[in-house]
T-cell receptor, first 114, second 109 residues
Framework: ETGVTQTPRHLVMGMTNKKSLKCEQH?????MYWYKQSAKKPLELMFV???????ENNSVPSRFSPECPNSSHLFLHLHTLQPEDSALYLC?????????????FGPGTRLTVT | GQNIDQPTEMTATEGAIVQINCTYQ??????LFWYQQHAGEAPTFLSY????GLEEKGRFSSFLSRSKGYSYLLLKELQMKDSASYLC??????????FGAGTTVTVRA
């Protein structure tokens, strides 16, 4: 595997379910990100980790819970979601947090909440 | 928050040139990125500007004017595979990266 991978690619879950999204980067990067992409809206940054520490505090509902066990893996734990949480969830990584380093994105998880 | 504006849609003919404009208002500035995103795929990095002027990379060029809060992405010799969404993203003074909603470019034969 190369680049940034995400699993699952598609997920349908009920509002009472608990599920987790997984992201893995094979680039040796130190920063990882979770984004939400809804139709016709800008990418919304949810969480940022640099060297396994959370570095940005964006307003994200507590039903989304991130976990970064090491610099290569990032999880997004989901519970009691709402239908408006249906979106494409993208993971990204960059060499370092900030500066001119571009972000490399994974293919995303298409989430549908029923 | 940050304000990043770009047109929603643009259509052009194969072989032509298209210019996608992006205007921004941010608290400080630490660089502007352009990404390409094909439908159902991940965004991929196209260009980065932090100083005023034109950066050329093959058929794609990106321009920045920091004083005007303005950038454009120029796509030359359009090909059908260039049909995609193009995202403008700006890093502010705190190094936070904010994205525009994207411009969907449709290339017609």
């Amino acid at each position: 595997e190369t680049g940034v991978t995400q699993t699952p690619r598609h997920l349908v879950m009920g509002m009472t379910n608990k599920k987790s999204l997984k992201c893995e980067q094979h680039l040796g990067h130190n920063a990882m990100y979770w984004y939400k992409q809804s139709a016709k809206k800008p990418l919304e940054l949810m969480f940022v980790y640099s060297l396994e520490e959370r570095v940005e505090n964006n307003s994200v509902p507590s039903r989304f819970s991130p976990e970064c066990p090491n610099s290569s893996h990032l999880f997004l734990h989901l519970h009691t979601l709402q239908p408006e949480d249906s979106a494409l969830y993208l993971c990204a990584s960059s060499q370092e947090y900030g500066s001119s380093y571009e972000q490399y994105f994974g293919p995303g998880t298409r989430l549908t909440v029923t | 928050g940050q304000n990043i504006d770009q047109p929603t849609e643009m259509t052009a003919t194969e072989g032509a040139i298209v210019q996608i404009n992006c205007t921004y208002q941010t608290s400080g500035f630490n660089g502007l990125f352009w990404y390409q995103q094909h439908a159902g795929e991940a965004p991929t990095f196209l260009s980065y500007n932090v100083l005023d002027g034109l950066e050329e990379k093959g058929r794609f060029s990106s321009f920045l004017s920091r004083s005007k809060g303005y950038s454009y992405l120029l796509l030359k010799e359009l090909q059908m595979k260039d049909s995609a969404s193009y995202l403008c993203a700006v890093r502010d003074g705190d190094y936070k990266l904010s994205f525009g909603a994207g411009t969907t470019v449709t290339v017609r034969a």
